[in-house]
Every structure is written in structure tokens, then in C-alpha cells.
């Protein structure tokens, strides 16, 4: 597998989850798409599990983050404190820089 090295985002960095809905296996929900979050960690590169979904070798291998989004850019009308967060793993190819 890849290095950490290959990485292009570093925690820290502010980041916007692409939108799009492939007709294949896809591991990145809805409601993040568009989002804005921040990397919160990087959690390691593996086989991408879209291609491995449907057969394929996995390859190249993705880094894989956590990202962090505030509740309120999440969902409209939240009612919860302001500091209220929501950790998910996203991977790289889902991620654009803003």
C-alpha cells in the first residue's frame, strides 16, 4: 500500500465533500456531500472499496480521513449546542480543497 506520505490533506485542513451519486457501491452518505468539514485525522491508505465492491483490485489505494463537520452545517433548523460535531471517515477521491 501507499505511504501516509501520499497523502494531500493534513489535519487541520478545511475541506468540501464532492457531490455525486454513482451507480456503483458507494461509501460516502448524502447528507456530508457538499458539506464543509475540517480533516481531523488521517487514518491510514487502503484498497478504495468502491472498486473492491464489484470485483476490482482496490487500486490505487486511497488515504482515508476523519473529518469533522459542525451539527449545524449538517443539518438545517439543529436545534443542539453550537459545538455539537459529527466525526466521519471519508475517502481522498470524495474530498475537494476550498
Request: charged share 25%; hydrophobic share 35%.
Amino acid at each position: 500500500m501507499a505511504s501516509d506520505a501520499a497523502a494531500r490533506y493534513r489535519p487541520g485542513d478545511r475541506v468540501r465533500i464532492r457531490v455525486g451519486t454513482p451507480a456503483t457501491h458507494f461509501r460516502t452518505p448524502e447528507y456530508v456531500q457538499g458539506k464543509l468539514g475540517r480533516i481531523e485525522a488521517l487514518c491510514g491508505v487502503f484498497k478504495n472499496p468502491e472498486s473492491l465492491a464489484y470485483g476490482g483490485d482496490g487500486l490505487p489505494a486511497q488515504p482515508l480521513y476523519r473529518i469533522e463537520f459542525a451539527q449545524t452545517e449538517l443539518w438545517e433548523n439543529y436545534r443542539g449546542p453550537d459545538t455539537d460535531t459529527l466525526l466521519i471517515d471519508i475517502y481522498e477521491h470524495w474530498l475537494e480543497t476550498i
